[in-house]
């Protein structure tokens, strides 16, 4: 019992400092089978916060919440849980009894329950699925099989359909009878009488709409919708675009689900994680902590790298000449190569948004904006170590070299920071794989010739430096 009470201490530092009194009251609650007070305090919580109570409760405890609520009132908790490695779905159902797992996923809302079942073994898939009303698993498994990161694989089943004759009391009888199982009810969406979605009432309009009107009189013919095979970042574009709570999917005119705002919010969440592991070369959300593992993952990547590096290797190895008859240039290689690598990558990170965001519609007009933020920035540094090399030396013609070269690079890298992303957008090919390690070893080695050709070309003309 001692061990059970340091991991119900646990619970409470684990919660947010504003409902830790009351995850303390729940806590007590449970240990001291107080079922009612227990139920009445954990209603008043947010259901966010229901949702990280229990799954931070030991085993123990969370066996009595089971048994205190019903498949029903853990289905409200369920939905407000996310869905990732850390969360556990299958060890948390297994926690429950079979037949009060399925009547709980049947419970949830349809595309958090597939999010959940997505992530079982499938022997314990087929076991829940069995379990359920037939229509309700039917329908399941035709969210299952939609591809990931597409619209189908996102979209819920819980919305609110009605036929386009329907007056307006009949319609708002309608919405009152089916809100007790929509996921939403912000938007009505209006069907004929073949199926087919023709419409989209918001609720505001049909509480304001005259009740001798039909809900084709009122309702909005300007359609925006998705198919089901619509990658989900198009689909978060669309959403953020238009300011949706939810935009429905369709497939001939048939419709075939909607896809809520807080789903987006994930899938933005989920795309900006991704687009940064690219960007950084590692999986940032690997939740692997054994350090071997970690490192084989990484490794690829930078043993890529070594092998892009070797070229910098090389080019300064053809220099060696330069360098014996200038030994003072070496100084100067990692200030250039640094300087221009970091232009790179903040010209890479502004590419890559604008085309995650469809912000950019004329490749041309970027590539010019950027050719001449790279002027300024190149002249500027370029000027600053002029000055800086010119006083530090007491050498005009080394600062010069110096400085025109970091000009240059600057310039070369911001173009190819730019330029790049938009070659592989332009072949199909994720732009953020031209993450911030290459463009900044390609960085390297455009900056290493760009230098010791100017160097070289101040020796010939002036016959030292």
Known sequence: MANENNNAEEVVEDLRDEISEQAQALVNDLEHGDKEAFLDGFADLHGYDRGQFYLNLPSQLRQQVIDWLTPSEMAEVFDEMPVDDDTKPDELLKEMSPQYAAEMLDQMYTDNSVDMLEELSGHDLRMYLSLMPEQDAKSIRELLNYDDETAGSLMSHDYIAISENDTIPEAMQAVKVAAKEAEQITYIYVLNADEKLVGVVSLRSLMLADDSLELKDIMDTNLIAVGPDEDQEEVAHIMADYNFSSLPVVENDKLLGIIMVDDIVDVIGDEATEDYS????????????NPLKAAFKRLPWLIGLIFLGMGTASVIDGFNGLVATAPILAVFISLITGTAGNAGTQSLAVAVRKLAFKSTTNVWKMLLNEILIGCVIGIVAGLTIF????????????????????????????VAGAFIPLIMDAIHVDPAVASGPFISTLSDLTSVLIYFNIAGLFIHLFGAI
């Open 278 to 289: 690219r960007l950084a070369g590692v999986d940032v959300e690997s939740g692997d902590d």
């Open 387 to 414: 000055t800086v090399v010119t006083v530090w030396k007491h050498n005009v013609l080394l600062g010069l070299a110096v400085g025109l070269a970091m000009g240059i690079a600057i310039l070369v890298a911001n």
